[in-house]
């Protein structure tokens, strides 16, 4: 029935302002509003902080079914939900909860996720911001880079590090408003895909994080990141799950309307095979991302290594399906007029963020040779 409602509202909200976003950049704050409504900023949060109060598995559909008509859509989407609500729900103190979920589940603010700096990506131990404690106040000094939702959010959780000495014991993690002084939000990233994201460099000269801020305490940071990208991976996933989904399904629509030599190339058996292993491929993906989800929602202690399968798999065939459908369609592939090519260049960002899809295979073979 979720799947049904979210795929309803997404064909006919979401679907027709994809193309524009796609060219536009422009993020789609309209639509992220109206799906406020629906409660699905929230989903995985009780509904005494405003959320709806759902599973993992639920999520994992929301995205799904939201990217599969436009991925910048399902990233704005999972952002707000697995890397910001998420660390805030299961890490924070309870006036943190009560202050800030709301604000994130109603759309009132949007959320995004300050990990990535222009030196150090999937290595978290390699951060170079830094926070101070002065009086009742952490003086946070740095740049985050390639962050999604950046531009349009109103709260950020950072990490920075509160004691370089103790190397990844020594990150910390804050929440930080986006009013707060010696924070800017720097350009708008013009990106190959996912392009209406808000994606940005966000700046921090001096800026001044009260120490209520703080999520947990000093030297939680790196555990709070490590376990909301467990969370948040299998997100992507289903992001992957998506867009290769709608791949898959212009290819079979067009290849039954496309004619070559007198019949339509659906009767090619060459084509068939293409479809064939995009169908399986997808199915597969789907079931793996479910699985993590559900490992998550049955309270695995660490689920590091079905996560990482479940972000590292759909990545790849998502990238390896729309390749395909552009193929079934031939030189009509490669033009805008289609959306495969859309997807096409959608589909590469997810073998790169959340951990390149190299760093997926390291989780997944250090936890098998344990």
Same mark, same amino acid.
Do not use: W
């Given at each position: 029935?979720?799947?049904?409602?979210?795929?309803?509202?997404?064909?006919?909200?979401?679907?027709?302002?994809?193309?524009?976003?796609?060219?536009?950049?422009?993020?789609?704050?309209?639509?992220? *509003?109206?799906?406020?409504?629906?409660?699905?900023?929230?989903?995985?949060?009780?509904? +005494?902080?405003?959320?709806?109060?759902?599973?993992?598995?639920?999520?994992?559909?929301?995205?799904?079914?939201?990217?599969?008509?436009?991925?910048?859509?399902?990233?704005?989407?999972?952002?707000?939900?697995?890397?910001?609500?998420?660390?805030?729900?299961?890490?924070?103190?309870?006036?943190?909860? &009560?202050?800030?979920?709301?604000?994130?589940?109603?759309?009132?603010?949007?959320? !995004?996720?300050?990990?990535?700096?222009?030196? !150090?990506?999937?290595?978290? $131990?390699?951060?170079?911001?830094? !926070?101070?404690? +002065?009086?009742?106040?952490?003086?946070?000094?740095?740049?985050?880079?390639?962050?999604?939702?950046?531009?349009?959010?109103?709260?950020?959780?950072?990490?920075?590090?509160?004691? *370089?000495? #103790?190397?990844?014991?020594?990150?910390?993690?804050?929440?930080?408003? &986006?009013?707060?002084?010696?924070?800017?939000?720097?350009?708008?990233?013009?990106?190959?895909?996912?392009? !209406?994201?808000?994606?940005?460099?966000?700046?921090?000269?001096?800026?001044?994080?009260?120490?209520?801020? #703080?999520?947990?305490?000093?030297?939680?940071?790196?555990?709070?990141?490590?376990?909301? #990208?467990?969370?948040?991976?299998?997100?992507?996933?289903?992001?992957?799950?998506?867009?290769?989904?709608?791949?898959?399904?212009?290819?079979?629509?067009?290849?039954?309307?496309? *004619?070559?030599?007198?019949?339509?190339?659906?009767?090619?058996?060459?084509?068939?095979?293409?479809?064939?292993?995009?169908?399986?491929?997808?199915?597969?993906?789907?079931?793996?991302?479910?699985?993590?989800?559900?490992?998550?929602?049955?309270?695995?202690?660490?689920?590091?290594?079905?996560?990482?399968?479940?972000?590292?798999?759909?990545?790849?065939? $998502?990238?390896?399906?729309?390749?395909?459908?552009?193929?079934?369609?031939?030189?009509?592939?490669?033009?805008?007029?289609?959306?495969?090519?859309?997807?096409?260049?959608?589909? &590469?960002?997810?073998?790169?963020?959340?951990?390149?899809?190299?760093?997926?295979?390291?989780?997944?073979?250090?936890?098998?040779?344990?």
């Amino acid at each position: 029935m979720l799947r049904d409602e979210v795929r309803k509202f997404a064909e006919s909200v979401l679907a027709p302002l994809a193309p524009e976003i796609d060219k536009t950049g422009e993020f789609p704050m309209v639509n992220i *509003k109206k799906m406020a409504k629906l409660g699905l900023l929230g989903v995985i949060v009780p509904e +005494e902080y405003g959320g709806s109060g759902f599973d993992f598995q639920s999520l994992s559909i929301v995205i799904e079914e939201i990217s599969r008509v436009c991925a910048s859509t399902g990233v704005i989407t999972a952002v707000n939900n697995s890397l910001v609500t998420y660390p805030i729900l299961t890490f924070a103190n309870e006036e943190q909860k &009560k202050k800030y979920l709301p604000l994130l589940c109603s759309g009132e603010k949007i959320g !995004a996720f300050g990990l990535t700096e222009p030196n !150090a990506g999937s290595d978290v $131990a390699s951060l170079e911001a830094t !926070a101070r404690l +002065e009086g009742n106040h952490y003086i946070l000094n740095g740049a985050k880079r390639f962050i999604t939702n950046g531009t349009a959010a109103g709260i950020f959780v950072v990490f920075a590090y509160t004691n *370089k000495e #103790l190397k990844h014991k020594g990150v910390s993690a804050f929440i930080v408003e &986006k009013d707060t002084p010696g924070f800017t939000v720097g350009k708008h990233e013009e990106l190959m895909g996912i392009r !209406a994201t808000g994606n940005c460099e966000l700046i921090f000269e001096d800026a001044k994080i009260p120490t209520e801020n #703080l999520i947990g305490k000093e030297g939680d940071g790196f555990k709070v990141c490590m376990n909301t #990208l467990d969370v948040s991976r299998v997100d992507i996933g289903a992001q992957g799950v998506g867009i290769a989904q709608a791949a898959l399904e212009e290819a079979v629509k067009y290849s039954k309307e496309r *004619k070559a030599f007198g019949q339509p190339i659906c009767e090619f058996e060459m084509i068939q095979s293409m479809l064939a292993e995009m169908a399986c491929a997808v199915q597969a993906a789907r079931l793996l991302v479910q699985y993590a989800a559900y490992c998550k929602d049955k309270g695995m202690p660490r689920f590091s290594r079905e996560s990482a399968m479940a972000k590292y798999f759909p990545a790849t065939i $998502a990238v390896d399906v729309t390749r395909k459908a552009v193929q079934i369609f031939g030189g009509y592939g490669y033009s805008r007029e289609y959306p495969v090519e859309r997807f096409y260049r959608d589909a &590469k960002i997810l073998e790169l963020y959340e951990g390149t899809s190299e760093i997926q295979k390291i989780v997944i073979a250090r936890d098998l040779l344990k």
